[in-house]
Antibody, heavy 121, light 107 residues
Framework: QVQMVESGGGVVQPGGSLRLSCTAS????????MHWVRQAPGKGLEWLAV????????YYADSVKGRFTVSRDNSKNTVFLQIESLRAEDTAVYYC??????????????WGRGTLVTVSS | EVVMTQSPATVSVSPGERVTLSCRAS??????LAWYQQKPGQAPRLLIY???TRATGIPARFSASESGTEFTLTISSLQSEDFAVYYC?????????FGPGTKVDLK
């Protein structure tokens, strides 16, 4: 079955950086765009970034452009999110989610369980 | 950016009742809307997209409709496992955005 497992979250000081990973199984990873979506504690969902099936194209939410970088390694069925200059407002559960298309239909048909990032001194 | 709004914020329902949730887009999104269910401590789950196509494994008691920029999710007979927060999301253009959610809780 389709499964995605995020890792790399934790407690980070303001201004620090973090690299999140999401490893997928149960489907042909290289045939799907992959997204990152976050959810601050007690809040709603915010789309962050998408990477095309082959890594050739990437798009970001304006709120994170320039600080977040999405990438993927199809040989390892893994998508990454590099986060720089962390701020308190980045505190959230970070989910990876699969796009049903090779690029970005912008529907999230399967989700990982998320990894919690806490930005605190 | 398309702004999504949802109403009500919370609805209290008894098992077996019919419940209708509303979502509105700030501009025409061409029916490119999805609905997700999220239970406490869990990831969201895709319910419906397109705007009325059920995702894999979603029971028939979930249905959705569209009227211009107004969208509706209906649960025909609420089951105990349906108590959750429901989000709508447009995917018509960049960036995709979510509504603030409607919580369905026990009356």
């Amino acid at each position: 079955q389709v499964q995605m497992v995020e890792s790399g979250g934790g407690v980070v000081q303001p201004g620090g950086s973090l690299r999140l990973s999401c490893t997928a199984s149960g489907f042909t990873f290289s045939r799907h765009g992959m997204h990152w979506v976050r959810q601050a504690p007690g809040k709603g969902l915010e789309w962050l970034a998408v990477v095309w099936y082959d890594g050739s194209d990437k798009y970001y939410a304006d709120s994170v452009k320039g600080r977040f970088t999405v990438s993927r390694d199809n040989s390892k069925n893994t998508v990454f999110l590099q986060i720089e200059s962390l701020r308190a407002e980045d505190t959230a559960v970070y989910y990876c989610a699969r796009d049903p298309s090779i690029a970005a239909r912008l529907i999230f048909d399967y989700w990982g369980r998320g990894t919690l990032v806490t930005v605190s001194s | 950016e398309v702004v999504m709004t949802q109403s009500p914020a919370t609805v209290s329902v008894s098992p077996g009742e019919r419940v209708t949730l509303s979502c509105r887009a700030s501009q025409n999104i061409g029916g490119n809307l999805a609905w997700y269910q999220q239970k406490p401590g869990q990831a969201p789950r895709l319910l419906i997209y397109g705007p009325s196509t059920r995702a894999t494994g979603i029971p028939a008691r979930f249905s959705a409709s569209e009227s211009g920029t107004e969208f509706t999710l209906t649960i025909s007979s609420l089951q105990s496992e349906d108590f959750a927060v429901y989000y709508c999301q447009h995917y018509n253009n960049w960036p995709p955005t979510f509504g603030p959610g409607t919580k369905v809780d026990l009356k």
